[in-house]
């Protein structure tokens, strides 16, 4: 079942520490890292410029994004379903996915594969797309006022999709490094509402 925040909450949008923290926020994360958490992201980030040249990806560039999204839930296994899709769907949707036009329809081409729902199909935008998307994570959302639910729905995704752009922009910083702030933030808060 799809939720839908209310509307009186993504209207309430707003980063709970102040917007000169983005840069710092996102240095805590990356200091945070292990090892093999910098490369792994590292790898999939190397990948950006090939994956925009030949606008699709391959079946296990999926799974390395899934794997990666989902660590961070020790959801390993749930990555692996995205290898029941074959090598031919994942170059078929995503090739979709990355020359549509519409936000509003990006992540649902996303979802259409196998083992990948809004988090993992939000990740997928925010690596590879042309256009600057935020990864759908409930800290992420946590940090901007909104609570997490199980699913978020379409609407509340583009919603969503504009607030980031918009801090992004007016603190002159990229998605990633804004993502990893509000990721880090939440994290390093013990007390925060789950």
Not at 71 to 78: E, L, Y
Not at 82 to 111: A, G, H, P, Q, R
Not at 134 to 156: M, N, Q, Y
Request: net charge neutral.
């Amino acid at each position: 079942m799809t939720v839908i925040h209310r509307k009186e909450d993504i209207m309430s949008m707003k980063l709970r520490f102040s917007e000169s923290e983005i840069v710092f926020w996102e240095n805590e994360y990356m200091k945070d890292l292990s090892e093999g958490e910098r490369n792994m992201e590292q790898r999939l980030i190397d990948l950006k410029d090939k994956v925009q040249e030949r606008k699709y990806l391959k079946r296990e560039e999926l799974f390395q994004i899934a794997e990666w999204k989902l660590q961070a839930f020790a959801r390993f296994n749930q990555a692996e379903l995205t290898l029941k899709n074959c090598e031919e769907e994942v170059i078929e949707i995503t090739k979709k996915t990355f020359t549509e036009k519409k936000d509003s329809l990006k992540l649902k081409y996303c979802v259409e594969l196998h083992g990948v729902g809004e988090p993992v199909g939000s990740a997928i935008l925010h690596l590879f797309d042309i256009n600057k998307y935020p990864i759908l994570d409930k800290h992420a959302l946590w940090s901007v006022g909104l609570p997490w639910e199980d699913r978020t729905s379409f609407p509340f995704w583009l919603d969503y999709v504009k607030f980031c752009r918009e801090k992004a922009t007016e603190n002159n910083v990229c998605m990633r490094t804004l993502d990893r702030a509000l990721w880090k933030y939440s994290k390093s808060i013990p007390s925060r509402d789950k």
